[in-house]
């Protein structure tokens, strides 16, 4: 039985206000019932991000897996304990670029190189001929390459933290640097670019300030902030 995620009012009007208007089909749902395409992916994460399970957001075709311990004891997603607006806009971004640029494209894009690791499914067509060897070479693939597709995802995902993170007052090269450091050069995205001044080029340039989504989301985030006090 799937379980009922309950939100908060606040939690409710960003989605209202961003996430529907760019996929009224955005699901959310509890990684203690997994199930789907995100069931699939579950096990090849856990292989190389221990903590796939407990500590990270994941979206799968317009739905956003939350780890149960985002929860309250009431099945409401925990936004007193998470900055839950600011993950919803993390992963709204994702959905914006998705719709975009279409699924097949967008998964492309974040897969690469990896993907090519599924050309060695060709070996079945080429047994023990010089194709066959030739076919699983593309299991080289697998290996933690830098995926520069998916980092300028990701990095278009991490600049609505960073700026989130400027209008609450922090000192955002000081939350790049822990986002680089962790997401990017770590496991968690499997190594996907090791090179820091290269994404802290990009994810410290806010000329972006001014695109349409992320222009809108700042005047949210202030005016959430501006009520609450």
Not at 60 to 69: D, E, I, L
Request: glycine content about 4%.
């Amino acid at each position: 039985m799937t379980q009922q995620i309950k939100l908060t009012p606040k939690v409710q009007t960003f989605l209202e206000e961003f996430t529907y208007k760019i996929n009224p089909d955005f699901q959310i749902k509890s990684k203690a019932n997994p199930e789907g395409l995100y069931a699939l992916v579950r096990p090849f994460a856990l292989l190389f991000n221990k903590e796939f399970e407990t500590r990270y957001i994941t979206i799968v075709n317009g739905t956003c897996w939350f780890p149960a311990s985002y929860f309250d004891s009431n099945g409401y997603l925990d936004d007193a304990s998470h900055d839950i607006v600011q993950i919803l806009a993390h992963e709204t971004i994702h959905e914006h670029d998705r719709m975009r640029l279409g699924t097949a494209r967008f998964t492309a894009l974040y897969m690469f190189p990896q993907i090519l690791a599924l050309l060695s499914a060709l070996s079945v067509f080429s047994f023990w001929s010089a194709w066959w060897l030739l076919s699983l070479l593309f299991l080289f693939f697998l290996a933690p390459l830098p995926a520069p597709g998916r980092a300028l995802l990701e990095i278009r995902g991490y600049k609505v933290n960073l700026l989130f993170a400027k209008i609450d007052g922090w000192d955002p090269r000081l939350v790049a640097l822990n986002i680089i450091e962790r997401q990017f050069m770590g496991p968690n995205y499997y190594f996907m670019m090791p090179f820091k001044g290269w994404v802290s080029d990009r994810l410290l340039d806010f000329s972006h300030e001014n695109e349409e989504i992320y222009s809108r989301m700042i005047a949210w985030r202030r005016a959430s902030l501006t009520n609450r006090s």
